[in-house]
Each structure stands twice: as structure tokens, then as C-alpha cells.
């Protein structure tokens, strides 16, 4: 049977394990791009910051310039030793893999501030490698509802809860429009990170809308702002929710970006219904793969994606084998594929099941059986990932562009 090899197979391996606490990622973290969620110390665990918390980096980079998103995990077998001058070091307790790492640096406008005052890592703006993320408005209006005592929001989003981090930005529940000093600031933001580092794609998105048309509208005013401030020429995503036709057709006539991905995050209605049940309730299943066939129409092939996560349905409460939820995903991949959508999968660990003894082991088998099938896939329908919407120096939890360039390299 064949498996993955190389880079990508480090990646999921320490995807899939996690990393633990050491007093190098400890060092490692003054200087590197912070991790949004902090290291959680387990219980007994050597906790030299006495906190119970502590900062650590947010990405890893091998030397063959593969990303690696860290994930704190202190009962992992990988950890890392070294220092920034020296270099840094991930190492596999087991068979004492040792392999040369850097961590994805502290640029110096993370630390700026806008013309008025306000810190630009605050503005709304946040890199990947070389992607530029723009969230203006992250608050999602699904976390604000509820149905039958039940949440809207997708059971996997630990980030688009409206709160102190959306106040700033001057978004409020039930405006569609964004501010036009929340717009200056992050364009201020844009022009300080496109001198500071190399950027090859930007990527819209923001909280979603119980009511899709006004979704469509924030995104029309963001995009049409952006393509004025984009003097660069970097390719622009669309990174909405799934959008009435005429919207999506509306961003191609007065060509605003460049690639559209609408995220179905989860293949089956079933699944989807209980993953994601606000879009499920707000949009719906079969209308979101419409909208994404009407972005086929529109766009052409190789221009429209699907962001999908992978492993959240080994949840115990899906009642799903890893062969099985792999089977599933595949067939999806198919599916879409097969519409001329491109799907993209990021790992997300399941919540529950965290007692099984082989909880990482079968979330591994699952993202490795899917990523193989998948490449096939892609082949079988002549679809390939634009450099121009993603790249290996921008994915951080997904291997379909490191599996590409290893193939082409081979
Ligand atoms: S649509 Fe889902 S994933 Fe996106 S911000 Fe809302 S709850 Fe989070």
C-alpha cells in the first residue's frame, strides 16, 4: 500500500501528535508568530511558567520551507530543543528523528500601530506564510442563535464568537456595513505587511450572516475596497458563505477576486446538518453545492474551492470508524471534484474520544488514507490547486499542495 513519504508525512505525523511543552518552543515563542491557542498544561506536567498557560509559536517551518501548524499536546513525543541561535530542533522520542526546524517569525508589523493608535494586529489582518488573511468583521451572527436549545454555530469554531475581539473593529450585530475607518486601518495594515514579507495571496472572509444576500453585500463593499488598495496585484479570494447567484456573479462582472471558496466544511447533508447547523438552517445543504456549481459556471474550473474539515467527525458522538469517515470524505471529494469544485482539507481533532488509546493513531489513518485518495482524485479530474489561491509556504494544516509539489519534484 502506498504512504505518505517526506515532508508531508512529518506534517501530518506531528499534525496528528501535537507538540509538547519545552523550554525551547518556550524561547522559541519571543520571537515567532504567537499561536492563537496557548499551551494548556496538562495535569503533573513540568509547568516552568507556573501559569497553567503559556504563549508558543504559531507555525513551524522545515527546511524544505513545509508548514507545520503547533499544536500543544504534553503528552506528544515530539518536542523541540535548541535555541534561535544555535537553531531549533523537533524530536521524535520514539526513533529519535531529529529534524532541523524554524518557526514562522514575529514580523515587525505585529508590533506596529495604525496612524491613530490602534496595534495593526488588532486591525483585522493575519498571515499564513505568504497568505494575508483579511477579517474585518469576524463576528459570526450564528453564535448568537439558537434552536431548540441548540447553538448555530459550526461545532468546530473557537473563533467567530462576537466579543471583545469584533468590538474593536467597529462591528455590530445587525450593520452590514463595515465601517470605513475599520477599512483604512486595515488597508494601513496591508501596505505595512506587503513591505515586511512576501505575500502571494489574500484571502476575504468574515462571520457569517444569518441573512445570505447581506453577507454578500459586506463582501461586495470589502472586495471593492481591497481591489482599490491591492495595488500588487496579489490574487484575492472570496471566502464567504455560499452566496446568491447573482451576488457571485456580480463579484466576476466587475472582477473583484480572483478565486471563490465557499466552505461546506462537511461532506453529507446529515453530517452537515450537525456540524455546521447554522448554514445548514440559514442556507442549507443543497443550495450551498449550488452556489458553488453556479461559482464553477461563473469562475471556471480550478477557481472555486471548498474548505472541508477533516477529523472533527471522528467525534464518538458521529459513530464513525476512521475507514469509514475516510470513505465518506472521499466520496465527497469525488463529488465535488466532479462538479469542478476543489475541496481543501484541514485537520481538526475531534473533540471527544480523547480516551481511546488510539485517538491520534486513527485520526492520522483517516488523514492519510483521505489525502492519498484524494490526490488521485484530483489527477482523475485534471484539477490542480492555483498557484495564485494557495501554496505549500501558506498551507499550514492541509497537505494536498506539499503532496503536488512533491509529486512534481519526483
Ligand atoms: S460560519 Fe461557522 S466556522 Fe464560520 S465563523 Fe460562523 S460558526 Fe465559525
Not at 506534517?11 to 507538540?19: A, D, P, S
Not at 463593499?221 to 481591497?226: H, I, K
Not at 481538526?348 to 480523547?354: D, L, N, R
Request: with cysteine; charged share 25%; aromatic share 10%.
Amino acid at each position: 500500500m502506498k504512504g505518505l513519504k517526506g515532508s508531508p508525512a512529518l506534517k501530518v505525523q506531528v499534525m496528528c501528535e501535537g507538540i509538547r511543552y519545552t523550554d525551547a518552543l518556550g524561547r522559541a515563542a519571543t520571537h515567532s508568530m504567537p499561536n492563537f491557542y496557548p499551551y494548556r498544561f496538562k495535569q503533573g506536567e513540568h509547568d516552568p511558567t507556573g501559569k497553567g498557560l503559556a504563549t508558543i509559536p504559531y507555525l513551524i517551518n522545515t527546511r524544505d520551507g513545509t508548514e507545520i501548524r503547533v499544536l500543544g499536546n504534553g503528552d506528544s513525543p515530539w518536542h523541540v530543543e535548541g535555541d534561535r541561535e544555535q537553531g531549533y530542533v523537533l524530536i521524535d522520542d520514539r526513533s529519535g528523528q531529529r529534524e532541523p526546524v524554524g518557526f514562522e517569525p514575529l514580523d515587525p508589523w505585529m508590533t506596529h500601530k495604525t496612524s491613530d493608535g490602534m496595534p495593526l494586529a488588532q486591525a483585522g489582518l493575519q498571515t499564513h506564510g505568504d497568505m494575508l488573511v483579511i477579517n474585518v468583521a469576524p463576528g459570526c451572527e450564528y453564535f448568537l442563535h439558537k434552536h431548540d436549545g441548540r447553538s448555530m454555530r459550526c461545532a468546530f469554531c473557537a473563533y467567530g464568537a462576537p466579543d471583545e475581539r469584533t468590538a474593536h473593529l467597529g462591528q455590530v450585530t445587525g450593520q452590514v456595513g463595515i465601517p470605513q475607518r475599520t477599512l483604512e486601518r486595515m488597508a494601513e495594515g496591508l501596505h505595512a505587511i506587503v513591505s515586511q514579507t512576501t505575500i502571494r495571496h489574500i484571502y476575504l472572509v468574515g462571520g457569517s450572516l444569518t441573512d445570505a444576500r447581506k453577507e454578500g453585500e459586506r463582501f461586495l463593499q470589502l472586495a471593492r475596497f481591497v481591489k482599490r488598495e491591492n495595488r500588487y496585484g496579489i490574487p484575492v479570494a472570496l471566502g464567504s458563505g455560499a452566496l446568491p447567484d447573482d451576488q457571485i456573479e456580480q463579484f466576476r462582472r466587475e472582477q473583484l477576486v480572483d478565486f471563490v471558496c465557499f466552505n461546506l466544511e462537511m461532506w453529507s447533508e446529515p453530517l452537515f446538518a450537525k456540524v455546521c447547523p447554522g448554514k445548514n438552517r440559514y442556507v442549507g445543504y443543497q443550495r450551498w453545492i449550488e452556489a458553488l456549481e453556479t461559482a464553477v459556471r461563473v469562475f471556471g474550473r480550478g477557481r472555486v474551492y471548498s474548505a472541508m474539515v477533516a477529523g472533527i467527525e471522528l467525534d464518538p458522538e458521529h459513530g464513525l470508524e476512521w475507514q469509514e469517515a475516510a470513505r465518506l470524505a472521499l466520496e465527497g471529494a469525488e463529488e465535488l471534484c466532479r462538479r469542478g469544485v476543489i475541496p481543501i482539507y484541514s485537520l481538526m481533532w475531534p473533540p471527544g474520544g480523547k480516551e481511546r488509546p488510539d485517538y491520534h493513531e486513527r485520526i492520522r489513518g483517516y488523514f492519510e488514507a483521505l489525502n492519498l485518495g484524494y490526490s488521485d482524485i484530483r489527477k482523475k479530474y485534471d484539477l490542480h490547486f492555483s498557484p495564485g489561491f494557495m501554496c505549500h509556504r501558506c498551507a499550514y494544516m492541509q497537505i494536498e499542495c506539499d503532496l503536488d509539489r512533491q509529486e512534481a519534484a519526483a
